[in-house]
């Protein structure tokens, strides 16, 4: 299958954009690579320095390990019947192609417009706190005082030259990075450990499940715990760049979803077992909160570890930008090459199978937004970070839990040998049940993650921005139906070779809307 095939659809019937449909490049990345790039999304170190201490301090205090025990259940819940569609469907587009088999074309073209949305935000908000760290750090240690765009600039340039290879070099680098930044996280709580712990010993309280819902706000410890994890339903993505995606892609899933909440749960309680419960609570609700982490790394390790672990949050940072830059472009690419956006977007380069116009135009928006921040004089991490990755997470949450019932509409209409209790029934409602409960979360508590930016005019234009892409969406969808039927047969169908679905959304029994990027049977 090489770069730049193309291919047939089963069904005459089925429609196809005019022109070739081009591939991504096949075998490029591994399960080992593919992990790497949903963790790095994650971004353990970023997220861990940046959450827990605001779970801590206001959300759920010392419990707040509990939440991410709580959030690892549900979100595993979620993974179940996520991955189940992963060993049906591989494309690009995930989210957008899974929901326009299950909930059908009107309801994927919504939920791609919010898919794209988020990850194209998220990689400028990464931006942000990347140059704030990257400020702070190289002030503290080398004296230097540069302009935090300066850095922006220079992260934004590096990831554009990395993504316009193919996806082999960004996972290699990315490994690289995100071994660094959990090993120092894990060093540290080993440390806590082995030491016994700090004035509490090791206590159990925080691990009680109980003790998530309390403190002075459950709420908000619950979505700061469930947001650590956004990005990690990437791995569908890399599904045709993968090898043997039926099989990498939904073991990727699983080990990213249950391995990153292990991980959260043993450092964020090391961490409170290293300050003492009462300090944990006063260092977190201090004016620098990232003492959090940085006392029992001196105390613990020495003073050396603490100017390494300020190095790895810029690492650990760019390395989440770079994948959430990867993840958008992929989406842009596959909405592009079914023609909803301009169809350049979904080509390939010759010689790498990037999807490097897709890149370039993904460059250009981060570039933009970034540029709208500094121009207006805004914060990089309380305005651009926060901000954006608000925006982001809300309407990646809403894909999410939309993903959740689609498997159920899936398997209820498709494939009855593999229809089960659990996996697609149970699990799936479950699932959009708990996602659910999590959009509410963050519409609740909004305005306190958003801290001091909750009073600029952005913030509250955030809804809106969410429900117009949505709606429109939707518009798009029915639009399309009733007056570009050939294009409307499209939507969400472009799928890699086995993986291409009979769809009956509605549009007619027995009508088959798929289109593959390869010859191969399709399963019907």
């Known amino acids: 299958m090489s770069n730049g095939s193309t291919g047939t659809p089963r069904s005459t019937r089925a429609a196809r954009p005019a022109g070739e449909v081009q591939r991504l490049k096949a075998n490029s990345v591994g399960l080992v690579g593919v992990v790497f790039m949903a963790v790095a999304t994650a971004a353990p170190i970023t997220a861990m320095t940046g959450n827990l201490p605001i779970a801590v301090g206001f959300g759920n205090g010392t419990g707040a390990p509990a939440g991410y025990l709580f959030a690892t259940v549900v979100l595993t819940v979620f993974a179940v019947g996520y991955v189940a569609m992963a060993k049906r469907i591989t494309a690009a587009g995930a989210f957008y192609g899974y929901i326009s088999h299950g909930l059908g074309r009107i309801a994927g073209m919504a939920s791609g417009m919010l898919a794209v949305l988020a990850y194209v935000v998220f990689e400028a908000s990464i931006v942000g706190v990347f140059s704030y760290f990257a400020r702070t750090t190289v002030h503290d240690q080398l004296g230097v005082d540069l302009p935090w765009v300066l850095y922006a600039a220079g992260m934004l340039a590096v990831t554009a030259g990395l993504a316009h290879f193919?996806?082999?070099?960004?996972?290699?680098?990315?490994?690289?990075?995100?071994?660094?930044?959990?090993?120092?996280?894990?060093?540290?709580?080993?440390?806590?450990?082995?030491?016994?712990?700090?004035?509490?010993?090791?206590?159990?309280?925080?691990?009680?499940?109980?003790?998530a819902f309390t403190g002075t706000s459950a709420g908000l410890g619950l979505f700061f715990a469930f947001w650590s994890w956004v990005g990690f339903e990437s791995t569908a993505m890399y599904g045709e760049e993968s090898r043997d995606p039926k099989r990498v892609i939904p073991k990727a899933t699983l080990i990213s979803v249950v391995g990153v909440g292990l991980f959260y749960i043993y450092v964020s309680w090391m961490t409170i077992a290293g300050n003492g419960l009462t300090?944990?609570?006063?260092?977190?609700?201090?004016?620098?909160?990232?003492?959090?982490?940085?006392?029992?790394?001196?105390?613990?390790?020495?003073?050396?570890?603490?100017?390494?672990?300020?190095?790895?949050?810029?690492?650990?940072?760019?390395?989440?930008?770079?994948?959430?830059?990867?993840?958008?472009?992929r989406y842009l690419y596959a909405i592009g090459r079914e023609r909803f956006l301009h169809p350049a977007l979904g080509r390939t380069h010759a010689r790498h199978g990037s999807p490097h116009i897709a890149s370039v135009v993904q460059t250009v928006i981060a570039v933009a937004l970034v540029a709208g921040f500094w121009l207006t004089g805004q914060d990089p991490y309380l305005h651009l970070y926060t901000l954006l990755a608000i925006l982001g997470t809300m309407a990646i949450l809403i894909v999410q839990t939309l993903c959740s019932f689609a498997v159920i509409g899936y398997f209820r209409r498709n494939h009855p040998e593999d229809r089960h209790w659990f996996r697609t029934l149970t699990a799936p409602l479950l699932g959009g049940i708990g996602m659910t409960a999590v959009v509410v979360l963050l519409v609740v508590n909004m305005e306190t993650a958003a801290g001091a930016a909750a009073g600029s005019v952005f913030f509250k234009l955030i809804p809106w921005i969410v429900g117009t892409v949505f709606f429109g969406g939707l518009g798009l969808g029915l639009w399309l139906r009733a007056k570009a039927p050939e294009r409307y047969e499209v939507i969400g169908r472009i799928v890699l070779e086995d993986a291409a679905e009979r769809a009956d959304d509605g549009t007619g029994p027995g009508s088959d809307g798929t289109t593959g990027l390869s010859p191969s049977p399709a399963n019907a």
């Open 166 to 211: 193919d996806i082999n070099l960004t996972a290699k680098a990315l490994g690289v990075m995100l071994v660094a930044e959990i090993t120092v996280l894990f060093a540290v709580a080993t440390a806590v450990l082995i030491a016994g712990g700090g004035p509490d010993g090791i206590p159990v309280e925080p691990v009680d499940p109980r003790n």
């Open 279 to 329: 300090g944990s609570v006063g260092l977190s609700a201090s004016a620098n909160p990232l003492d959090l982490f940085l006392a029992p790394t001196r105390h613990f390790i020495g003073a050396w570890a603490v100017d390494a672990f300020q190095w790895l949050l810029l690492t650990g940072s760019f390395a989440c930008g770079m994948a959430f830059h990867q993840c958008a472009a």
